[in-house]
């Protein structure tokens, strides 16, 4: 029903800076809010940003503040993920989601998500 490709992914430097996006198409596309997640080997999946379609509502994982930006444009379908001042803890594969169910104010949790992009591995030299 919804199909999501992501893309961007590639090595950079530490304190590089890069940019992820995710395209979304569907016979209908209506999502409550879309979201990134990473996972690093040996690592469990972890949170890192979401917004709200409809209001814009944003929220960031603690590790990102400040240096990671997610935005959206709804003509297009698309979430973007702006990365800046890049660690290399920062290297993993990162997943878009989108989560058709409201989950106020934004959902946050693996399981709040509906349908998933393959990744993109980001890959943060140091």
């Known amino acids: 029903q919804v199909q999501l490709v992501e893309s961007g992914g590639r090595l950079v430097q530490a304190g590089g800076s890069l940019k992820l996006s995710c395209a979304a198409s569907?016979?209908?596309?209506?999502?409550?809010?879309m979201g990134w997640f990473r996972q690093a080997p040996g690592k469990e999946r972890e949170f890192v940003s979401a917004i709200s379609w409809s209001a814009a509502r944003i929220r960031y994982a603690d590790s990102v503040k400040g240096r990671f930006t997610i935005s959206r444009d709804s003509g297009k379908n698309t979430v973007y993920l702006q990365m800046n001042s890049l660690k290399s803890e920062d290297t993993a594969v990162y997943y878009c989601a989108v989560g058709m169910r409201p989950v106020w104010p934004l959902p946050l949790g693996p399981n709040d998500y509906d349908y998933w992009g393959q990744g993109t591995q980001v890959t943060v030299s140091s």
């Open positions: 569907g016979r209908t596309f209506s999502p409550y809010g």
